[in-house]
């Protein structure tokens, strides 16, 4: 399980300050009206609309996420290396355009960005299941798919994780962050059952269909749904590399983002050299069918759907800043149950079905945290750049680790490339084990950080 921003994705987090911390708003100098309590997101018909399109566009991901590698090693009977290329090939952009998408978004009308987005993913995805009805699918299809997917996608999650401050108040980011992230464990848990159960009945290539449909669906949803994001006066915008480096020296300059970011970087390099070999693991490995390893995935999200629903009560409980600790040290340790199940064959698909359903629970809990505190703390003129940047480092190392896993995998073979992911992401949570998290309970505010960042250039835009 990476650390999606999300990833984002995913991903945003319950906050609120405690009393040893900075308060989350200045104090006003003179007196001021109550505010009027916090309307529920359940009540929001605009945030409703986006958030049902997103679910069904979940749900589609969850599909081609099990229909694409059973479709390249049970019908095209990839290799290791090739599924390693494909998988590279899928997270190639993140490296490649990450940087100055996120410049670029900070140009444009997030929500636009997303719509057009869900159109290349709904048009590239449907190319599938046509040249396989046709006869003529070959591997490279799927790298070229995955390609064009790729790309439409990072300007897509990086525009999603930018437009939530746009869509509700500043004090309904937590909610909303939690409610979009327990979608996207509920996908999980239906999205593999249900892809196991399509893939057995249709075969890989037309289950794919059911994916187009979703983004079909969200497509719609995005163009219902409004927003009041205010685009940024061409006066403010500066050349290209200029603006990149802004939004690296915002995310680097802060000494606890930049501590987050090295674990999520780290832990997404080792856990992604484990989870390329995971499809052959299972089907070859292991001999389970795709509907079983559909189950496996399934079972797995649930306890990252109970992590969401969990993770406003224990942020209250041991606090937010201690929460991004504990759960880190938690899912870099469960990590070596993945190769551990192969030790144990008459009981791995109990032991896989554990593992993957508590560090679940543990990422979502992690990821929550701390994709809240990042938009809470960045001003909303940095927001895409941010977003990106972080992305280019945490899912940047992916395409890198997934070829490298190809590589030992047709070298050592695949459950030796399993274990030195495994190990390799014990070191993960270094970052966030050992350092301030502790000695915190709530992590700073908006102005608390904005105050301790270092200057990079002018800011003509508004504060978060």
Same mark, same amino acid.
């Given at each position: ?192 059952? $249900? !892809?196991?159960? #399509?893939?057995? =009945?249709? *075969?890989? @290539? /037309? ?6 449909? +979703?983004? %079909? ?26 603006? $990149? !480096?802004?939004? #690296?020296?915002? =995310?680097? *300059?802060? @000494? /606890? ?6 674990? +999520?970087? %780290? ?35 649930? *306890?990252?759907? /109970? ?158």
């Amino acid at each position: 399980m990476s650390q999606s921003e999300g990833s984002g994705a995913g991903s945003g987090a319950g906050s609120g300050a405690g009393p040893d911390t900075h308060a989350p708003h200045t104090a006003s100098p003179s007196p001021a009206p109550a505010p009027a309590p916090t309307r529920s997101l359940w009540r929001d018909a605009n945030f409703l609309t986006m958030w049902s399109g997103q679910s069904l566009a979940q749900f589609g991901a969850q599909l081609t996420e099990l229909a694409i590698p059973v479709l390249a090693v049970l019908v095209l009977g990839a290799s290791e290396l090739e599924v390693g290329v494909l998988t590279a090939a899928g997270l190639a952009a993140f490296l490649v355009v990450g940087l100055p998408a996120g410049a670029w978004i900070d140009r444009m009308r997030k929500r636009h960005v997303m719509i057009w987005a869900d159109a290349v993913r709904a048009l590239a995805l449907a190319a599938l299941p046509t040249l396989w009805a046709l006869g003529v699918l070959e591997m490279w299809h799927l790298y070229a798919v995955a390609l064009v997917v790729g790309v439409a996608t990072v300007f897509f999650d990086v525009s999603y994780q930018s437009l939530i401050p746009s869509l509700v108040r500043p004090e309904q980011i937590a909610e909303a962050n939690g409610k979009l992230e327990s979608t996207h464990q509920l996908a999980g848990v239906a999205g593999p059952a $249900i !892809g196991g159960w #399509l893939i057995g =009945v249709l *075969g890989a @290539p /037309l289950s794919i269909v059911g994916t187009v449909l +979703t983004y %079909v669906a969200s497509f719609v949803a995005l163009i219902r749904t409004r927003d009041h994001e205010q685009l940024r006066d061409p006066a403010d915008h500066a050349p290209l590399l200029h603006e $990149i !480096g802004e939004g #690296l020296r915002w =995310v680097f *300059g802060n @000494p /606890l983002l930049r501590r987050i970011v090295a674990t +999520t970087g %780290v832990s997404n390099l080792c856990n992604t050299i484990s989870f390329t070999m995971l499809p052959i693991f299972l089907l070859r490995e292991l001999g389970l069918s795709p509907a079983s390893m559909g189950v496996i995935f399934a079972l797995g999200a649930i *306890g990252g759907l /109970l992590g969401a629903v969990a993770t406003p009560h224990i942020v209250r409980w041991i606090g937010e800043a201690r929460a991004i600790p504990v759960s880190a040290i938690a899912f870099s340790v469960l990590a070596l149950g993945l190769p551990l199940a192969a030790t144990f064959p008459a009981f791995a698909f109990g032991v896989l079905v554990v593992q993957g359903f508590v560090s679940s629970f543990t990422v979502l809990l992690y990821n929550i945290t701390q994709v809240t505190f990042r938009q809470r703390i960045t001003p909303p003129r940095l927001l895409g750049r941010m977003n990106a940047s972080v992305r280019f480092v945490v899912w940047g190392v992916m395409p890198i680790a997934a070829l490298l896993a190809g590589v030992l995998g047709q070298w050592l073979g695949v459950l030796a490339t399993m274990w030195i992911g495994a190990i390799g992401q014990l070191l993960s949570a270094t970052f966030v084990a050992i350092g301030p998290f502790w000695r915190m309970r709530e992590l700073p505010s908006a102005n608390a950080s904005t105050d301790t960042a270092p200057n990079t250039t002018p800011n003509t835009g508004t504060s978060a």
